[in-house]
């Protein structure tokens, strides 16, 4: 079987070893070079391209169901839990607690929720919206399994490395969120990220506020590809009495978006991340749906004084 192998950043460095192991059962591989976000960019194209009869996703559990055999094969790490004994003082105050990880520690989850109930802690763990496959699973576009449970605790923990996936349950919550990474062997309040995102988008509406020309950005990855709800916010803009263009584009890049000068303001309709984690790569402000419905919002009620 021709098969194309798909490896996000972090697990690039095992192609070789997973490819060999496959050609010695007879298959004929190949190894996706290109960046990968996550389970919403499936190599599909690339895939049909070379003939390949099956993509293998490594790292991600399924995001979406796509028209192609794709096999995901999802990687657990067991990360040493001995750094929650040493989060119990910061969370004394505390009595119910919502858990919430990425799918590499999601195998771990009973273990960690057992141990906070051994130390007296009611533990809750949330459902994800759709695009996350298990409780308690976040990603950064699915923070389900934090906001659908933010009124019924008085404080949330994360496990796992990196920053990116909890600040997106940061900034969909309410409540007093501490991340803990076992690698790092680091503990952490993100409460201040919140009240930073808060400003930054208030920041960026009243930047866009004199925008005249829109550009609605439209990704073509399979989990991101959202062209209906462009066409409908470029219909509310021109509505509005503005100009927009839809900006169609696989993987965005942003030297070359900033090359658009006649653009004042960009409506995100792809990764919902990119209006909060690459704003400050682009000349103008980048807003989502909610954003720029705010902005409408705000021009129609001056407007109407």
């Not at 290109?34 to 993509?55: H, L």
């Not at 062997?185 to 829109?214: C, P, T």
């Not at 100009?243 to 030297?255: H, P, R, Y």
């Not at 006649?262 to 409506?267: L, Q, S, T």
Request: proline letters at 3%; charged letters at 30%; one cysteine or more.
């Amino acid at each position: 079987m021709k098969v194309l192998l798909q490896f996000p950043e972090g697990l690039k460095q095992y192609g070789l070893e997973y490819a060999k192991k496959l050609e010695e059962k007879g298959d004929e591989v190949y190894i996706s070079a290109s960046p990968t976000f996550g389970a919403c960019d499936i190599a599909v194209e690339e895939a049909k391209k070379i003939g390949a009869e099956k993509i293998v996703h490594f790292g991600h559990a399924e995001f979406v169901h796509i028209d192609f055999n794709v096999e995901y094969v999802e990687y657990s790490i067991n990360a040493d839990l001995s750094i929650l004994k040493e989060s119990l003082p910061l969370i004394e105050k505390f009595r119910k607690i919502g858990i919430v990880t990425t799918v590499q520690h999601v195998a771990q989850l009973e273990d960690i929720k057992n141990f906070y109930e051994k130390n007296g802690k009611e533990v809750i763990i949330g459902r994800p919206y759709g695009f996350a496959r298990h409780n308690g699973q976040i990603l950064g576009c699915d923070v389900g399994s934090a906001a659908s449970i933010d009124r019924e605790v008085e404080c949330f923990i994360y496990f796992g490395g990196g920053l990116f996936h909890p600040l997106g349950a940061v900034y969909q919550t309410t409540k007093p969120f501490l991340s803990i990474e076992p690698f790092a062997h680091k503990m952490e309040w993100l409460d201040d990220y919140r009240e930073r995102h808060r400003r930054e988008v208030n920041g960026k509406i009243l930047r866009s506020f004199d925008a005249k020309r829109f550009g609605i950005l439209v990704s073509t990855k399979i989990g991101q590809y959202n062209l209906n709800l462009a066409k409908v916010l470029k219909e509310r803009i021109e509505k509005a009495g503005s100009e927009a263009a839809i900006l169609v584009s696989n993987t965005f890049d942003f030297d070359s978006l900033n090359n658009m000068m006649e653009i004042d303001a960009f409506v995100n309709t792809a990764c919902p991340r990119l209006a909060t984690e690459d704003t400050d790569r682009l000349r103008k402000p980048l807003l989502n749906a909610n954003e720029l419905m705010t902005l409408l919002d705000m021009r129609k009620q001056k407007q109407d004084k």
